[in-house]
């Protein structure tokens, strides 16, 4: 019985190898160097332009805009665009819809409006996300508009609001 055992156990092992083997076999990968050179591109690029407050340039800040003794009245009128491409070369190669949010904080003891304007029409889908085409050059440019309100003679103290763009943006299947 214990030569038995010892074969049979022999044979087990023998079989268990060569199921590892067979399966391990099925996963290699043998690739080209240039083959990753035709994976899809997605881009999606924010680019601020110009923006004025009170009717006063302030310049365009990627990372947010902060304004300080912020009154009733006072207005911020930003141009910013959504493009699909980085330079000359670099192309969106897939599908993607994009919404844009803004972010107010705080919000603070003063009133506000905004105002998100596309300076022309945009593919959207019913959702209300826009579309972002692939494998030419695009452009949507927006206008954000805010007019803080109020009471001008008022006591809001000394309001200080910061302004953000949230851009968020997924492929499409």
Do not use: C
């Amino acid at each position: 019985m214990g030569r038995m055992s010892n074969a049979y156990l022999v044979y087990v092992i023998l079989v268990a190898l060569i199921v590892t083997g067979v399966s391990f076999s099925r996963y290699a990968v043998i690739t080209d160097p240039d083959y990753f050179d035709d994976v899809a591109n997605p881009i999606i690029l924010y680019v601020g332009k110009d923006a004025t407050f009170n009717d006063e340039s302030v310049g365009a800040s990627p990372s947010g805009m902060t304004f300080s003794d912020v009154k009733p009245g006072d207005k911020l009128i930003y141009h910013f665009d959504i493009r699909n491409f980085n330079g000359d070369e670099e192309i969106n190669n897939v599908m993607l819809r994009y919404r844009i949010e803004t972010d107010v904080s705080p919000l603070g003891d003063i009133p506000f409006e905004k105002k998100l304007t596309p300076n022309g029409n945009f593919a959207n889908d019913p959702s209300g996300w826009s579309i972002l085409g692939i494998n030419q050059k695009i452009v949507h440019g927006y206008t954000l508009t805010i007019e803080w309100q109020g009471d001008p003679d008022g006591d809001y103290g000394q309001e200080e609001q910061t302004v953000l763009l949230i851009i968020n943006s997924e492929q499409l299947p």
